[in-house]
């Protein structure tokens, strides 16, 4: 998949960049080598071969560390809210803006 100078040129204008033709060239010669790359990944056959984690789960034994998901801070709402103009069930009051 190559792309195009107008490709470039759409993109440009979509992320409200302003780029000089010296840069549009350059930046449709990177993007395009970045699409080799994705092309020449697609080609490989990855059947049977498990997704990994982290890269390095393909070289040795690594060990997760997750910890036990348990509530380890204290419940502090009402003084957080303590200084808030305005609070009702727990929750933040503040003014419409939009009507």
Known sequence: MALTPQDVSRIANLARLELSEAEQASLLGELNGFFDIVERMRAVDTTGVAPL??????????????????????????????????VEGGLFLVPRVIE
């Not at 390095?56 to 348990?70: H, T």
């Open 53 to 86: 984690y982290t890269p390095l789960s393909a070289v040795q034994d690594v060990v997760l560390r997750l910890r036990e998901d348990a509530v380890t801070e204290p419940d502090n709402r009402a003084a957080n809210q303590k200084s808030a103009p305005a």
